[in-house]
């Protein structure tokens, strides 16, 4: 479904990425690992059209993505909650469900029962939501948009357990229903069990691709310092 095929990208005169590799087949969910500044959030922009890469190959569904413009990208079946959850602050949460949303799947109906928070909440500004909530919502806006491919950054990062758990189980939720998925999200625990397989970055490199069964104690000392 999306293979990209060492990208190399660049802030300005500085070089991030040197070589990403990386695939996601149909309905699988794929951890995308790496500590701090190794070049997750960089990928995820290239491959968003957000920071483009400046060679190498990104190919979605046999479309080059390198080709089209962000807006393009989202079009083609793309759908990413970015790190840091942006919501329109001065709409309600439901008018941030439907404002970018496609039909498809993922209905109003099936959102709010996937979050019944976005439910209650409806008719709430989405400023005066807590910081999980607007989670969700981030989360909930990006399904409604029914993209092929969904991709989280760090959706659970600072969140109060309980909301945590709320998002592990939609995830969860998601992949049962084929959802095809990539995640970059630091509590193993709970994405190392439900991803198919594991790419993991450093400086900038994809430096191990894998299954998560396959991801022992040598692999994550070396490269996850956990
Ligand atoms: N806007 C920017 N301008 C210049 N350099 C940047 C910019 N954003 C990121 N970088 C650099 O690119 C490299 C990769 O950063 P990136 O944010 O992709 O890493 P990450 O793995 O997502 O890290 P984190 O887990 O901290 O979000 C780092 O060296 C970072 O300093």
């Known amino acids: 479904m999306l293979t990209v095929t060492d990208i190399h990208t660049f802030y300005g005169p500085s070089q991030a990425l040197f070589g990403v590799n990386l695939s996601v087949k149909a309905g699988e969910l794929v951890a995308l690992m790496g500590r ?20 190498g ?54 959102v709010e029962a996937l979050f019944p928070r976005l439910s209650e909440r409806r008719h709430q500004m989405a400023n005066t939501l807590s910081g999980g909530e607007q989670q969700m919502l981030a989360i909930g806006r990006a399904l409604m948009t029914n993209p092929r ?14 909301i945590r758990k709320e998002i592990w189980s939609a995830i969860r939720r998601l992949k049962q229903e084929g959802q095809s998925t990539v995640i970059v999200d630091k509590s193993l625990s709970e994405l190392l069990p439900l991803a198919d397989s594991c790419v993991i970055l450093e ?11 396959a991801l022992d104690d040598a692999i994550r000392d070396r490269y996850l310092g956990v």
């Open 57 to 110: 190959s990104i190919e979605f569904e046999s479309r080059d993505l390198r080709r089209l413009p962000a807006y393009r990208i989202a079009q083609a079946g793309l759908g990413l909650v970015p790190e840091g959850r942006r919501c329109f602050p001065n709409l309600s949460v439901r008018e941030n469900l439907v404002v970018t949303a496609c039909s498809g799947h993922w209905s109003l109906e099936r």
């Open 149 to 162: 491919l969904l991709v989280l950054d760090e959706a659970t990062e600072g969140l109060a357990p309980v």
């Open 203 to 213: 400086k900038g490199r994809t430096a191990w691709t894998g299954q998560p069964d």
């Open 36 to 55: 701090n500044g190794m070049g997750k959030t960089t990928t995820i922009r290239s491959i968003f059209g957000l920071t483009p890469a400046r060679s």
